[in-house]
């Protein structure tokens, strides 16, 4: 049973940076895909980025997110990091890790950023930026 531990949430100024840690155990190596998700309130879950964890193949970005954010993994620590710089007003939501099972490059390319097709999900952890 995979398991997801988010943590690096904080309050920061716009133009600041975060990173964001989540702690994925219970799986095999290369078998799961883990996206970042937000969430603000009153708006629907959305994607931010995502990584095939079969050596951080297959990086996906939201356009939100291209040029500033970086998805990367460290498979000794089984980590999935969110490095997030130049942090916007907009930027403030609940960050989620969220892991999919890996069964096609087809399937990951259609469905990256689709939360329903992600199916363990973390607890979330808050980024605030405030001007």
């Known amino acids: 049973q995979v398991q997801l531990a988010e943590s690096g949430g904080a309050s920061v100024q716009a133009g600041g940076s975060l990173n964001l840690s989540c702690v994925a155990s219970?799986?095999?190596?290369?078998?799961?895909?883990i996206a970042w998700f937000r969430q603000s309130p009153g708006k629907e879950r959305e994607v931010v980025a995502s990584?095939?964890?079969?050596?951080?193949?297959?990086?996906y970005y939201a356009d939100s997110a291209k040029g500033r954010f970086t998805i990367s993994q460290d498979n000794t620590k089984n980590t999935v990091y969110l490095q997030m710089n130049s942090l916007k007003l907009e930027d403030t939501a609940m960050y989620y890790c969220?892991?999919?099972?890996?069964?096609?490059?087809?399937?990951?390319?259609?469905?990256?950023?689709?939360?329903?097709?992600?199916?363990?999900w973390g607890h979330g952890t808050q980024v605030t930026v405030s001007s």
């Open positions: 219970g799986y095999r190596y290369g078998s799961i895909s």
């Open positions: 969220a892991a999919r099972p890996f069964t096609s490059m087809s399937d990951l390319i259609m469905e990256w950023d689709v939360a329903s097709a992600y199916n363990i």
């Open positions: 990584i095939y964890t079969d050596v951080g193949s297959s990086l």
